[in-house]
Protein backbone atom coordinates (compact mmCIF):
# COMPACT_ATOMS: atom_id res chain seq x y z
CA UNK A 1 0.00 0.00 0.00
CA UNK A 2 1.33 3.54 -0.71
CA UNK A 3 1.67 6.12 1.91
CA UNK A 4 -1.16 8.43 1.79
CA UNK A 5 0.51 11.93 1.99
CA UNK A 6 -2.16 13.70 4.17
CA UNK A 7 -2.19 17.30 3.14
CA UNK A 8 -4.95 18.15 5.91
CA UNK A 9 -2.79 16.96 8.61
CA UNK A 10 0.24 18.87 7.25
CA UNK A 11 -1.74 22.26 6.35
CA UNK A 12 -3.18 21.51 10.00
CA UNK A 13 0.37 21.49 11.61
CA UNK A 14 2.02 24.53 9.87
CA UNK A 15 -1.01 26.49 10.33
CA UNK A 16 -0.61 25.30 14.28
CA UNK A 17 2.79 26.43 14.22
CA UNK A 18 1.94 29.73 12.65
CA UNK A 19 -0.72 30.29 14.98
CA UNK A 20 2.39 29.66 18.10
CA UNK A 21 4.78 32.13 16.28
CA UNK A 22 2.03 34.55 16.30
CA UNK A 23 0.92 34.77 19.61
CA UNK A 24 4.79 35.44 20.85
CA UNK A 25 5.49 38.45 18.13
CA UNK A 26 2.03 39.91 18.97
CA UNK A 27 3.10 39.36 22.99
CA UNK A 28 6.71 40.89 22.33
CA UNK A 29 3.88 43.89 20.75
CA UNK A 30 6.99 43.22 17.45
CA UNK A 31 4.66 42.94 14.68
CA UNK A 32 1.31 43.86 12.99
CA UNK A 33 0.17 41.35 10.46
CA UNK A 34 -2.76 42.52 8.41
CA UNK A 35 -3.95 40.51 5.10
CA UNK A 36 -6.03 42.82 3.11
CA UNK A 37 -8.22 40.35 0.59
CA UNK A 38 -9.66 42.35 -2.36
CA UNK A 39 -12.68 40.13 -4.37
CA UNK A 40 -14.20 41.81 -7.42
CA UNK A 41 -17.65 41.16 -8.39
CA UNK A 42 -19.79 38.33 -6.97
CA UNK A 43 -18.44 34.98 -8.26
CA UNK A 44 -19.45 32.26 -6.02
CA UNK A 45 -16.18 29.90 -5.74
CA UNK A 46 -13.94 33.45 -5.33
CA UNK A 47 -16.29 34.06 -2.18
CA UNK A 48 -15.96 30.72 -0.97
CA UNK A 49 -12.21 30.96 -1.54
CA UNK A 50 -12.02 34.18 0.22
CA UNK A 51 -14.16 32.96 3.01
CA UNK A 52 -11.68 30.59 4.24
CA UNK A 53 -9.07 32.51 3.76
CA UNK A 54 -10.12 35.05 6.18
CA UNK A 55 -11.47 32.24 8.91
CA UNK A 56 -7.67 31.07 8.39
CA UNK A 57 -6.37 34.46 9.21
CA UNK A 58 -8.51 34.62 12.09
CA UNK A 59 -7.51 30.97 13.66
CA UNK A 60 -3.77 32.06 13.29
CA UNK A 61 -3.97 35.66 14.51
CA UNK A 62 -3.49 37.61 11.45
CA UNK A 63 -5.62 40.26 10.96
CA UNK A 64 -8.27 40.53 8.20
CA UNK A 65 -9.39 44.14 6.31
CA UNK A 66 -12.05 42.84 3.70
CA UNK A 67 -12.83 44.93 0.31
CA UNK A 68 -15.79 43.41 -1.28
CA UNK A 69 -16.06 45.49 -4.51
CA UNK A 70 -18.72 45.21 -7.33
CA UNK A 71 -18.21 43.91 -10.72
CA UNK A 72 -18.33 47.15 -12.78
CA UNK A 73 -14.96 48.40 -10.56
CA UNK A 74 -13.19 49.87 -13.37
CA UNK A 75 -9.45 49.25 -13.63
CA UNK A 76 -8.25 52.46 -12.14
CA UNK A 77 -10.57 52.45 -9.20
CA UNK A 78 -8.43 48.70 -8.42
CA UNK A 79 -5.62 50.41 -9.24
CA UNK A 80 -6.23 52.91 -6.67
CA UNK A 81 -7.31 51.06 -4.01
CA UNK A 82 -4.11 48.85 -4.61
CA UNK A 83 -2.33 51.87 -4.55
CA UNK A 84 -3.18 53.16 -0.91
CA UNK A 85 -3.01 49.69 0.78
CA UNK A 86 0.75 49.38 -0.54
CA UNK A 87 1.35 52.83 1.49
CA UNK A 88 -0.84 51.97 4.19
CA UNK A 89 1.86 50.52 7.01
CA UNK A 90 -0.59 48.28 8.53
CA UNK A 91 -1.40 46.27 5.64
CA UNK A 92 1.42 43.96 5.60
CA UNK A 93 -0.15 41.64 2.81
CA UNK A 94 -2.23 42.60 -0.02
CA UNK A 95 -4.42 39.73 -1.85
CA UNK A 96 -6.66 40.25 -4.91
CA UNK A 97 -8.97 36.90 -5.59
CA UNK A 98 -8.20 35.78 -9.12
CA UNK A 99 -10.10 35.61 -11.85
CA UNK A 100 -11.12 39.06 -12.08
CA UNK A 101 -13.86 40.38 -14.02
CA UNK A 102 -12.87 40.52 -18.29
CA UNK A 103 -12.91 44.14 -18.27
CA UNK A 104 -9.83 44.05 -15.71
CA UNK A 105 -6.65 43.72 -16.81
CA UNK A 106 -5.32 40.95 -14.07
CA UNK A 107 -1.13 40.78 -15.04
CA UNK A 108 -1.59 44.97 -14.75
CA UNK A 109 -3.50 44.37 -11.25
CA UNK A 110 -0.43 42.30 -9.95
CA UNK A 111 2.09 44.37 -11.80
CA UNK A 112 0.70 47.15 -8.86
CA UNK A 113 1.07 45.35 -5.82
CA UNK A 114 3.85 46.25 -3.82
CA UNK A 115 6.67 42.98 -4.21
CA UNK A 116 6.95 43.44 -0.04
CA UNK A 117 3.00 42.79 0.62
CA UNK A 118 2.79 40.09 -2.77
CA UNK A 119 1.59 37.54 -0.36
CA UNK A 120 0.64 35.28 -3.60
CA UNK A 121 3.93 35.42 -5.13
CA UNK A 122 2.58 36.31 -8.42
CA UNK A 123 4.53 39.60 -9.22
CA UNK A 124 7.22 39.50 -11.61
CA UNK A 125 9.77 40.72 -9.35
CA UNK A 126 8.54 37.46 -6.78
CA UNK A 127 9.08 35.13 -10.10
CA UNK A 128 12.04 36.50 -10.76
CA UNK A 129 13.51 36.16 -7.39
CA UNK A 130 12.59 32.71 -7.26
CA UNK A 131 14.53 31.90 -10.76
CA UNK A 132 17.83 33.37 -10.10
CA UNK A 133 17.41 32.11 -6.31
CA UNK A 134 16.68 35.08 -3.96
CA UNK A 135 14.49 35.96 -1.19
CA UNK A 136 10.74 36.61 -2.16
CA UNK A 137 7.27 35.39 -1.65
CA UNK A 138 6.50 32.45 -3.50
CA UNK A 139 3.31 30.73 -5.18
CA UNK A 140 1.32 29.08 -2.43
CA UNK A 141 0.44 25.76 -3.90
CA UNK A 142 3.93 24.67 -5.29
CA UNK A 143 5.57 25.97 -2.11
CA UNK A 144 3.24 23.95 -0.29
CA UNK A 145 3.81 20.79 -2.32
CA UNK A 146 7.64 21.11 -1.05
CA UNK A 147 6.43 21.01 2.59
CA UNK A 148 4.32 17.77 1.67
CA UNK A 149 7.17 16.38 0.31
CA UNK A 150 9.81 17.47 3.02
CA UNK A 151 7.43 16.47 5.81
CA UNK A 152 6.38 13.28 4.31
CA UNK A 153 10.35 11.85 4.20
CA UNK A 154 10.52 12.13 0.69
CA UNK A 155 14.01 13.00 -0.32
CA UNK A 156 14.01 15.16 -3.77
CA UNK A 157 17.76 16.09 -4.43
CA UNK A 158 18.98 13.87 -7.02
CA UNK A 159 15.61 12.87 -7.88
CA UNK A 160 13.80 12.52 -11.82
CA UNK A 161 11.49 15.06 -11.06
CA UNK A 162 8.24 15.82 -14.05
CA UNK A 163 5.90 18.26 -13.73
CA UNK A 164 2.98 17.94 -16.28
CA UNK A 165 1.74 21.60 -16.76
CA UNK A 166 3.54 24.84 -16.96
CA UNK A 167 1.12 27.62 -16.00
CA UNK A 168 2.57 30.86 -13.73
CA UNK A 169 1.10 29.61 -10.38
CA UNK A 170 1.78 26.13 -10.65
CA UNK A 171 4.08 24.38 -13.30
CA UNK A 172 6.60 26.69 -13.37
CA UNK A 173 7.24 27.75 -9.71
CA UNK A 174 6.81 24.25 -9.14
CA UNK A 175 9.66 23.17 -11.56
CA UNK A 176 11.96 25.94 -9.84
CA UNK A 177 11.27 24.88 -6.58
CA UNK A 178 12.19 21.41 -7.13
CA UNK A 179 15.29 22.33 -8.68
CA UNK A 180 16.09 24.61 -5.83
CA UNK A 181 15.77 21.36 -3.76
CA UNK A 182 18.28 19.96 -6.12
CA UNK A 183 15.91 17.58 -8.00
CA UNK A 184 16.82 16.78 -11.73
CA UNK A 185 13.66 18.35 -13.17
CA UNK A 186 11.69 18.36 -16.54
CA UNK A 187 8.09 20.21 -17.78
CA UNK A 188 5.86 18.77 -19.66
CA UNK A 189 2.85 20.22 -21.18
CA UNK A 190 0.26 20.20 -24.16
CA UNK A 191 2.87 20.31 -26.71
CA UNK A 192 4.91 17.12 -25.19
CA UNK A 193 5.53 14.14 -27.08
CA UNK A 194 5.57 10.68 -25.72
CA UNK A 195 4.18 12.38 -22.35
CA UNK A 196 3.40 8.82 -21.06
CA UNK A 197 7.86 7.64 -21.58
CA UNK A 198 8.16 11.61 -20.07
CA UNK A 199 6.28 10.51 -17.11
CA UNK A 200 7.46 6.98 -16.88
CA UNK A 201 11.20 8.24 -15.74
CA UNK A 202 9.72 10.20 -12.73
CA UNK A 203 10.59 9.15 -9.38
CA UNK A 204 8.30 12.66 -8.12
CA UNK A 205 5.85 13.26 -10.91
CA UNK A 206 3.28 16.74 -10.18
CA UNK A 207 0.82 16.60 -12.04
CA UNK A 208 -1.37 20.26 -12.71
CA UNK A 209 -3.05 19.82 -16.41
CA UNK A 210 -6.67 20.38 -15.30
CA UNK A 211 -7.55 17.32 -16.96
CA UNK A 212 -9.97 15.00 -14.72
CA UNK A 213 -8.06 11.67 -14.32
CA UNK A 214 -6.14 11.76 -16.84
CA UNK A 215 -3.24 10.25 -15.64
CA UNK A 216 -3.47 6.08 -15.37
CA UNK A 217 -0.84 4.10 -14.32
CA UNK A 218 0.40 3.81 -17.80
CA UNK A 219 2.10 7.33 -16.88
CA UNK A 220 3.60 6.30 -13.80
CA UNK A 221 7.00 4.01 -12.75
CA UNK A 222 6.45 1.69 -10.26
CA UNK A 223 6.96 2.83 -6.89
CA UNK A 224 7.39 6.28 -8.38
CA UNK A 225 5.68 9.51 -5.46
CA UNK A 226 2.34 11.17 -7.15
CA UNK A 227 1.56 14.57 -6.09
CA UNK A 228 -1.88 15.86 -7.48
CA UNK A 229 -2.84 19.37 -8.29
CA UNK A 230 -5.91 18.48 -10.03
CA UNK A 231 -9.29 19.69 -8.45
CA UNK A 232 -12.59 18.94 -10.12
CA UNK A 233 -16.15 18.07 -9.52
CA UNK A 234 -17.35 14.58 -11.39
CA UNK A 235 -20.71 13.97 -12.75
CA UNK A 236 -21.66 12.52 -9.21
CA UNK A 237 -20.74 15.46 -7.64
CA UNK A 238 -17.66 13.75 -5.98
CA UNK A 239 -13.99 15.64 -6.30
CA UNK A 240 -11.61 14.41 -8.18
CA UNK A 241 -8.16 15.04 -9.02
CA UNK A 242 -6.07 14.91 -12.94
CA UNK A 243 -4.56 11.42 -11.30
CA UNK A 244 -7.24 8.17 -11.51
CA UNK A 245 -6.24 7.56 -8.22
CA UNK A 246 -7.89 4.21 -7.79
CA UNK A 247 -5.73 3.20 -10.87
CA UNK A 248 -2.79 4.58 -9.81
CA UNK A 249 -2.25 4.33 -5.86
CA UNK A 250 -1.31 0.60 -5.79
CA UNK A 251 1.84 1.09 -7.98
CA UNK A 252 3.22 4.19 -6.26
CA UNK A 253 5.06 4.47 -2.93
CA UNK A 254 2.71 7.83 -2.09
CA UNK A 255 0.10 9.57 -3.37
CA UNK A 256 -1.94 12.41 -2.33
CA UNK A 257 -5.48 12.17 -2.60
CA UNK A 258 -8.48 14.79 -3.61
CA UNK A 259 -9.52 15.94 -1.36
CA UNK A 260 -7.15 16.35 1.62
CA UNK A 261 -3.62 16.47 -0.27
CA UNK A 262 -2.56 19.86 -2.01
CA UNK A 263 -5.50 21.53 -1.90
CA UNK A 264 -5.51 22.18 2.07
CA UNK A 265 -2.05 23.36 1.63
CA UNK A 266 -2.26 26.36 -0.06
CA UNK A 267 -4.46 28.50 1.82
CA UNK A 268 -1.51 27.09 5.08
CA UNK A 269 1.10 28.58 2.67
CA UNK A 270 -0.88 31.69 2.33
CA UNK A 271 -0.39 32.72 6.00
CA UNK A 272 3.08 31.43 5.93
CA UNK A 273 3.71 33.82 3.12
CA UNK A 274 1.47 36.97 5.63
CA UNK A 275 3.48 36.01 8.93
CA UNK A 276 6.55 36.51 6.43
CA UNK A 277 5.52 39.78 5.27
CA UNK A 278 4.42 41.17 8.89
CA UNK A 279 7.95 40.21 10.24
CA UNK A 280 9.71 41.61 7.37
CA UNK A 281 7.44 44.63 7.59
CA UNK A 282 8.87 45.56 11.06
CA UNK A 283 12.38 46.20 9.82
P1 LIG B 1 -3.72 25.75 -16.44
O1 LIG B 1 -4.91 25.42 -17.25
O2 LIG B 1 -3.29 27.17 -16.33
O3 LIG B 1 -2.47 24.92 -17.00
C1 LIG B 1 -2.60 23.58 -17.38
C2 LIG B 1 -1.29 23.08 -17.94
O4 LIG B 1 -1.45 21.72 -18.31
C3 LIG B 1 -0.81 23.84 -19.18
O5 LIG B 1 0.55 24.13 -19.08
C4 LIG B 1 -1.09 22.86 -20.33
O6 LIG B 1 -0.13 22.91 -21.35
C5 LIG B 1 -0.98 21.53 -19.63
N1 LIG B 1 -1.80 20.51 -20.29
C6 LIG B 1 -3.11 20.58 -20.61
N2 LIG B 1 -3.51 19.46 -21.22
C7 LIG B 1 -2.42 18.66 -21.30
C8 LIG B 1 -2.18 17.37 -21.84
N3 LIG B 1 -3.16 16.67 -22.43
N4 LIG B 1 -0.95 16.86 -21.74
C9 LIG B 1 0.05 17.54 -21.16
N5 LIG B 1 -0.11 18.77 -20.63
C10 LIG B 1 -1.33 19.32 -20.70
O7 LIG B 1 -3.97 25.10 -15.02
P2 LIG B 1 -3.37 25.43 -13.55
O8 LIG B 1 -1.91 25.16 -13.53
O9 LIG B 1 -3.87 26.72 -13.08
O10 LIG B 1 -4.14 24.30 -12.71
C11 LIG B 1 -4.01 22.92 -12.97
C12 LIG B 1 -4.98 22.15 -12.12
O11 LIG B 1 -4.67 22.39 -10.75
C13 LIG B 1 -6.45 22.55 -12.26
O12 LIG B 1 -7.24 21.40 -12.09
C14 LIG B 1 -6.68 23.52 -11.12
O13 LIG B 1 -8.04 23.53 -10.71
C15 LIG B 1 -5.81 22.91 -10.07
N6 LIG B 1 -5.33 23.86 -9.06
C16 LIG B 1 -5.43 23.47 -7.76
C17 LIG B 1 -4.95 24.27 -6.76
C18 LIG B 1 -5.03 23.79 -5.36
O14 LIG B 1 -4.90 24.59 -4.43
N7 LIG B 1 -5.21 22.49 -5.15
C19 LIG B 1 -4.37 25.60 -7.04
C20 LIG B 1 -4.24 25.88 -8.45
C21 LIG B 1 -4.73 25.03 -9.40
P3 LIG B 1 0.07 24.18 -22.35
O15 LIG B 1 0.83 25.19 -21.52
O16 LIG B 1 0.86 23.64 -23.46
O17 LIG B 1 -1.30 24.65 -22.71
Known amino acids: MPQIIDGKKISAMIKDELKTQVTA ?3 KQEVSICLAVIQVGNDPASAVYVGNKKKACAYIGIDSLSYELPEETSQAQLMDLIGELNHKAEVTGILVQLPLPEHIDEDAVIRAIDPAKDVDGFHPQ ?7 GQ ?10 IIQLLKRSGIEIAGRECVVVGRSNIVGKP ?5 LRENGTVTVAHSRTENLKEVTGRADILVVAVGRPKMITREYVKEGAVVI ?15 VDYEDVAPICSAITPVPGGVGPMTIAMLMHNCVEAGKAGRR
Open 25 to 27: LKS
Open 126 to 132: SVGALCI
Open 135 to 144: PGFVSCTPAG
Open 174 to 178: MALLL
Open 228 to 242: DVGIHRNEDGRLCGD
